[in-house]
């Protein structure tokens, strides 16, 4: 590993995956309101147990206080605003199931989630959170205004954009590369084979999404 932010080392070492996300084709008809979105958020909605359930795993294995506050926060507006306040209107306007059969890859993905919140290790659960949040950054980030007028489209690029959630990534970020110092090379490998997996995960998702 070179002196560069681990995170940023994490990325690199799945650059190809990477780009195969945040440059899909689906992710990129997302930003342009052309997406058929029913499906995709049936399913994406199917995380949220599991994505709650891991920032609750943060906040339990954080090594520092600091660390803890972010990722309390963050799970209040998943839990109780933003993000399921969204996925029930968009499905409703959609003529979307809450209640909808996980796909193949998405009961791998939650099983990913539920795998490192089980085991409680720290620098697996914010790998893993981090994938999520910061491929949805870079693919949400590339969208050029004016922005879709269906607020279908336009709220999902909204709620994965913005200084909040870029604050939020950063603090991921940061995590990533306060931790990654202080491990020994057995276990940056350990990080980058579960990052790994998560950006694979993310790249068959939209593969899912666009079949």
């Given at each position: 590993?070179?002196?560069?932010?681990?995170?940023?080392?994490?990325?690199?070492?799945?650059?190809?995956?990477?780009?195969?996300?945040?440059?899909?084709?689906?992710?990129?008809?997302?930003?342009?309101?052309?997406?058929?979105?029913?499906?995709?958020?049936?399913?994406?909605?199917?995380?949220?147990?599991?994505?709650?359930?891991?920032?609750?795993?943060?906040?339990?294995?954080?090594?520092?206080?600091?660390?803890?506050?972010?990722?309390?926060?963050?799970?209040?507006?998943?839990?109780?605003?933003?993000?399921?306040?969204?996925?029930?209107?968009?499905?409703?306007?959609?003529?979307?199931?809450?209640?909808?059969?996980?796909?193949?890859?998405?009961?791998?993905?939650?099983?990913?989630?539920?795998?490192?919140?089980?085991?409680?290790d720290y620098p697996l659960i914010v790998a893993v959170?981090?994938?999520?949040?910061?491929?949805?950054?870079?693919?949400?980030?590339?969208?050029?205004?004016?922005?879709?007028?269906?607020?279908?489209?336009?709220?999902?690029?909204?709620?994965?954009?913005?200084?909040?959630?870029?604050?939020?990534?950063?603090f991921l970020r940061g995590e990533l590369d306060r931790?990654?110092?202080?491990?020994?090379?057995?276990?940056?490998?350990?990080?980058?084979?579960?990052?790994?997996?998560?950006?694979?995960?993310?790249?068959?998702?939209?593969?899912?999404?666009?079949?």
């Open positions: 590993m070179s002196d560069e932010a681990f995170s940023t080392w994490l990325r690199a070492q799945c650059a190809e995956e990477w780009e195969a996300v945040a440059g899909h084709p689906f992710a990129a008809a997302i930003t342009t309101g052309t997406a058929d979105m029913r499906h995709y958020l049936e399913q994406d909605f199917l995380f949220v147990d599991s994505f709650t359930a891991l920032l609750g795993a943060a906040v339990a294995s954080a090594d520092t206080f600091a660390a803890r506050v972010p990722y309390g926060k963050f799970l209040g507006q998943v839990a109780t605003t933003e993000e399921k306040t969204y996925f029930h209107r968009a499905l409703a306007e959609l003529n979307g199931s809450t209640d909808a059969a996980p796909e193949p890859v998405t009961a791998e993905f939650r099983a990913l989630m539920d795998e490192v919140r089980t085991a409680q959170l981090c994938v999520a949040e910061w491929s949805y950054l870079d693919w949400a980030a590339r969208a050029q205004e004016p922005l879709p007028e269906g607020f279908v489209h336009r709220e999902w690029i909204e709620l994965h954009e913005g200084a909040d959630f870029r604050a939020w990534v950063g931790l990654g110092p202080e491990l020994g090379e057995r276990r940056r490998y350990e990080v980058l084979a579960v990052f790994r997996r998560a950006v694979s995960l993310e790249r068959r998702f939209f593969d899912m999404a666009s079949a």
